[in-house]
């Protein structure tokens, strides 16, 4: 079997059009793009799910009316599969279950233990609709437990993941997903005495990233709401631009520089395997989006930015692909009111220049 891994992250699946959106997007590529492979999918949690359950994972040690605590989450999930029509089942045992583990932490202080154990919630309602509409709409799927195949140690909301107990698991499971495509969740994991863990924030594409070594894919593709991979966030970079093509190498700096389009961790599942990585909207799911690749970056590619507020008007910038002298320059053309006040060779990320402004 050959495989190609599609991860859709949270604001993909935020409402029921996101999930339909979804159904659509795997559709159209069985017919052209993934046409010979088999899909895997991975989805986050729905919308802002992951901070709604952590408000209940905080409010649970002193809460007084429980019903109010969690039926808002819970309702949100129960109106999405109202709206694609799916019976009350899907969600419903699962659901009994949350409701469960959450009051049985009544009175409790919050640990990273019961963080792992509430919030992962929120991956497996969306999966449960997720597959639940592909099948609703004749594709064939079903719902794989990422608690069986992530084998991590036990350190909660930070987990380490045991490469050679993932692969196993993933290659053996994958043994019975011939005709079908299995839909399962980022983020989670669980230890070996069966505890579930998570990967920290953000962790999904990471997620994906081992299933797509695990099986051998022949390409990983996550669905973001930006056009692909830039320059720099649009947000606090002016001349941020589109970037076409970029390699393993650089993605993984910019990932540790503080890229947000991308987890620190994702890229190196992708090296071992030698993997592309096609990073694209699902927005406009027929735009090229970026192609992540090899370990040589194009002649052609301009120099990347981060930035991270280190307090008040201090910043900590980083550009890749540029020298001191260059980063200094770029960076007062855009802010030119702003003050560098050192710029030096990151110690920690090759290829990288830090800059300590004041903006």
């Not at 492979?37 to 992951?50: I, P």
Request: glycine fraction near 10%; aromatic fraction near 6%; charged fraction near 20%.
């Amino acid at each position: 079997m050959a495989w190609v891994v599609h991860k859709f992250g949270g604001a993909s699946v935020r409402d029921a059009a996101g999930v339909i959106n979804l159904g659509e997007i795997l559709s159209v590529r069985r017919k052209d793009q993934d046409q010979g492979l088999d899909q895997a999918v991975v989805v986050s949690a729905m919308g802002k799910t992951t901070n709604a359950l952590e408000e209940v994972w905080r409010g649970l040690a002193d809460v007084e009316d429980i019903n109010a605590l969690l039926e808002p989450v819970i309702g949100s999930h129960v109106q999405v599969a109202q709206e694609l029509n799916l019976p009350e089942s899907v969600l419903a045992p699962d659901l009994d279950s949350f409701r469960a583990v959450a009051k049985s932490w009544i009175g409790k202080p919050p640990t990273d233990g019961s963080y792992d154990a509430l919030v992962g919630f929120g991956e497996r309602w969306s999966t449960r609709i997720v597959a639940a509409h592909l099948r609703a709409q004749g594709t064939p799927s079903g719902w794989v437990s990422a608690w069986t195949l992530i084998r991590t140690n036990a350190c909660h909301r930070a987990a380490e993941v045991n490469l050679e107990g993932t692969q196993q698991a993933i290659s053996e499971a994958a043994k019975t997903w011939a005709g079908v495509i299995p839909v399962t969740q980022g983020f989670v994991g669980s230890s070996a005495d069966g505890l579930p863990t998570t990967l920290g924030r953000e962790g999904s594409d990471f997620s994906g990233a081992l299933l797509a070594e695990s099986l051998g894919a022949e390409k990983f593709c996550v669905w973001k709401d930006v056009p692909g991979v830039m320059t720099g966030d649009p947000r606090t970079w002016p001349a941020a631009g589109f970037i076409p093509r970029l390699d393993h190498k650089t993605a993984e700096i910019m990932s540790e520089a503080g890229a947000g389009v991308l987890h620190p961790a994702t890229m190196a599942p992708l090296r071992r395997g030698k993997i592309p990585l096609l990073v694209k909207s699902f927005k406009d799911p027929a735009a090229e989006g970026t192609r992540i690749d090899g370990d040589e970056p194009p002649s052609d590619l301009p120099p990347l930015w981060t930035m991270s507020q280190v307090s008040g008007q201090k910043w900590h910038v980083r550009c890749i692909g540029a020298t001191e002298d260059l980063a200094r320059h770029m960076w007062l053309e855009q802010f030119p009111k702003s003050r560098v006040d050192l710029a030096e060779k990151d110690a920690k990320l090759p290829g990288c220049i830090l800059l300590h402004v004041t903006h």
